[in-house]
């Protein structure tokens, strides 16, 4: 699809359903898997979402034929992460879910996603977060770009998207390091995860709440997308989580009260750590 032939683009933004930051996240059961009780969309995914919905606006928006589909991999509730991309503006969403998927790693997790991507055809860009707020392993994206033989570009703090001589798309991107930037440019289609500095992200507002109600969500087993169950969940991990138990609650700390050495003690203190 390009712009000489005037036919629109088609993102794909995926959405990951996290346990929400401001509740304590517990792992559980018997394989130590996530309590996804309070979960909601990933933050850093609503980025993704941002960025898709400028890029689609900047070239004429829905009316121009472009589509933004947000795609979510995981349990029945994992629905609610799509509902909320579609309330933000999000044009239509698909829901990978699968008892087999319960324990996937993100080999399992890229593996099935891969075969989403697949499914949809036709697809121009994929925008991802930088990494989810629970796994933070930032292994998906390139894994799934891998997957998909795409170009990737990861950690992207600026994205646009504009035509060369022929007409075709042609993206590009900003990556910033400590002490320097680069600008990283890529045709269609490709892979890209955006960082928490290339937008503010828009909170869904009355018209796009009423809007979403309307808006179709496709869900999909892994039959349905010709994955064999047994690459996915516990049985295709490539890693097991052995244990895991809460970290020591943490010590609350030296509190120095200024009796006129307050200097020296911290002094002593952070020699004491070999902090000095
Ligand atoms: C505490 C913890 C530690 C873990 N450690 C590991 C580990 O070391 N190795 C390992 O292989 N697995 C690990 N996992 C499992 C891993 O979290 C899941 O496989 C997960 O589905 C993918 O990895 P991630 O969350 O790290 O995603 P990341 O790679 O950090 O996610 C990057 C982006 O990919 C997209 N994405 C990721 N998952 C989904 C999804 N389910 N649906 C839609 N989009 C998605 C989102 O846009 C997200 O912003 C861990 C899980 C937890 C909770």
Known sequence: ???ATGTGLRIVVLVKHVPDTQFD?????ERSTTDRAESILSELDEYALEAALQLVEAHGGEAAGHRITAVTMGPAGAVTAVKKALQIGAHDGVHLTDEAL???DAAGTSLALAAVVRHLGDVDLILTGMASTDGETSLVPAQLAERLDLPQVTFAAMLELTSDDDGAWLLSARRDNDTY?????SGLPALVSVTDQINEPRYPNFKGIMAAKKKPITTLSLAEIGVDPGTVGHSGAWTEVLTAQPRPARSPGT???????AGIRLVEFLASRKLL
């Open 25 to 29: 996240r517990h792992l559980g059961g």
């Open 1 to 3: 699809m390009d712009q």
């Open 102 to 104: 319960s324990g996937s």
């Open 255 to 261: 509190v120095i009260t200024d009796e006129g050495d």
């Open 181 to 185: 930037s680069e600008t990283v440019e």
